[in-house]
């Protein structure tokens, strides 16, 4: 999906806040089918999941380590052997890459802040 107002960890952040913060009271009356509220929430929180991990797939793709100039011309080749969960896995280790919270991990430590 291809997001040109906001960057989608800050959409997916707003996502989670609407699915623990609102009432939906205005929505109510537009659910057909006996979805409920619940389900909206529920809804609301796939989406954001599924764009954090989406960003998070993102990110990695900027970086370049055939770009980078702290790697050596020997570790920018066995690193083009990697598939791109290994890369990620070797980048992350060294701190080359920032390593991403799992969805897991974010949503208790949002929930601890509301």
Do not use: C, W
Request: aromatic residues 6%; without cysteine; charged residues 30%.
């Amino acid at each position: 999906m291809e997001l040109r107002t906001m960057p989608k960890e800050t959409l997916a952040e707003l996502l989670f806040f609407l699915a623990e913060n609102e009432e939906f009271n205005s929505v109510k009356s537009l659910l057909v089918d006996g979805f409920s509220i619940e389900e909206v929430r529920a809804s609301l929180r796939e989406l954001a999941e599924g764009l954090r991990k989406e960003a998070g797939g993102e990110s990695l793709h900027q970086y370049n380590a055939q770009k980078d100039i702290r790697l050596s011309k020997e570790a920018k080749d066995i690193i083009s052997y990697l598939s791109p969960g290994e890369e990620k896995s070797l980048l992350t280790a060294f701190g080359l890459v920032e390593k991403q919270k799992s969805v897991v991990q974010a949503d208790a430590a949002h929930k601890s802040k509301s």
